[in-house]
Nanobody, 115 residues
Framework: QVQLVESGGGLMQPGGSLRLSCATSGFMFSLSTMSWYRQAPGKEREWVAKIDILGSRDYSDSVKGRFTISRDNAKNMVYLQMNSLNAEDTAVYYC?????????WGQGTQVTVSS
């Protein structure tokens, strides 16, 4: 059974940093591309970043240069380091993997950026 469990969200002031974690189980993590998405209030879920099995990274334009995705295949973990946070980053952040055309999601972790 595929399980994705996000953690690390919270309340942060503008300009601050947070590191999100996603613990995974139930699938071949090292052979899976992993992604982060987010959903702000009243908006559709949007893709944020992904890292493939070779460690190649890609980011949405809105977070490029501020966020860094990484993975630890030994621990079956994926991370999202978020720097220079601003109010537009406020959202629920979700860990994602796709296998055989099916998307798997965690429960999400809330990130709120406010002064």
């Amino acid at each position: 059974q595929v399980q994705l469990v996000e953690s690390g969200g919270g309340l942060m002031q503008p300009g601050g940093s947070l590191r999100l974690s996603c613990a995974t189980s139930g699938f071949m993590f090292s052979l899976s591309t992993m992604s982060w998405y987010r959903q702000a209030p009243g908006k559709e879920r949007e893709w944020v970043a992904k890292i493939d099995i070779l460690g190649s990274r890609d980011y949405s334009d809105s977070v490029k240069g501020r966020f860094t995705i990484s993975r630890d295949n030994a621990k079956n973990m994926v991370y999202l380091q978020m720097n220079s946070l601003n109010a537009e980053d406020t959202a629920v952040y979700y860990c994602n993997t796709r296998m055989r055309a099916a998307d798997y999601w965690g429960q999400g972790t809330q990130v709120t950026v406010s002064s």
